[in-house]
């Protein structure tokens, strides 16, 4: 299931019908950001999450690959990867060849990568494990997100969260509060007859340079942005070559204009799509994260030097990992657990959690060595200053991710 199918998935999961409607009534656009981020500039040095929702399962043995395991090079003869083709973290482990930027993260101490993660009796349906990540309620399907139920205790402010995109997913719905759905509309350019209000005058009053620095913010957003000024909405935020990260840099641009222009935003989603590799996963997957590399990459580089810069943290999981044994058409089917990135200048980087065995299977699969709730507390604590226990219905003791 990729982005651009999220209407169904909302659909699916029961979400659709009551408070995710609530969409339509949360969009915000760029220039009411830029106005926000004038009148009432997020603080620097307060954290920042990115969240991003890697869409239709990824194969995570094929992304953080054990290499130098026998049974995973038994497993895929036709799929693995060897030791000289991974870019090496370890003498057992190493990243897939796409992930450059990644590697360049890890050897700097900015990666954290989060091993065996998953919840109890794993579900392989695309749509139910979805909502179970979004929803963090295994046993008991509900109706709010736990970053929906984050914003019910942080306030009603929809720019205090923002998912790029028309449709708001399920984990951005609380009971009470919703993220802003924010697409780069091409209001979002100053009207030319407007202009000039970009432009500071020395005899402005407060009021006065208050408009003017509005209309300079949302000026800036803009050029910051063009591909997505242009148009375009759902998971992709505007044609752009996969050089630059296809649709997922188009929406991380737009996520990092937003925070260099001082948005009061805590908390982004954005996604990428297209990971359900049921066959020829070896090529398409290496170009999915080769554009999810390049995504980040663009995105720590339109931050560098800028004084949020180390205020940002980006999570990256999916809805579940692949099966360990490689299908008969060059691809693997839907598994259990995998792994979770996260990232920035905050993370401790390196290796957290128990590196499930690839031998000692369940049913085939993975096992779980890390409930995801665990990571979820980590950032509900230290990321934005919630308590977990509240959020998630439950005791989760957090990771240490942060330092």
Known sequence: MDGLTRRTFLTASGVVGAAALLAGAAKVTVDQVAGRAAEQPLSTGTPILVLLTMYGGNDWLNTVVPYADPAYQAARPGLAYTSSEVLRLDDAWGLNPGLRGLADRWRDGQLAIVRGVGYPQPDRSHFRSMDIWQTASPQTPIHTGWLGRWLDGAGADPMLALS?????????????ATAGALTAAASAATPSPLRELASADPLDGPAAGLVTASYAAARRIARAVPAAAAGGTGSAAGPRDAADGGALGGQLALVAACIAAGAPTRAYAV???????????????QSLLTQVDAALTAFAGALAGHPRQADVVVLAYSEFGRRVRANGSEGTDHGTAGDVLVLGERVRGGWHGEAPSLTALVDGDLAVTTDFRTVYAAVLRDVLGADPDRVLGGSFAPLALFA
């Open 164 to 176: 790029i995109g028309s449709v708001l997913p399920p984990l951005a719905v609380g009971e009470r």
């Open 271 to 285: 996604s990428a799509g297209g990971f359900d590799t049921h066959a020829d996963e070896r090529a398409t997957q």
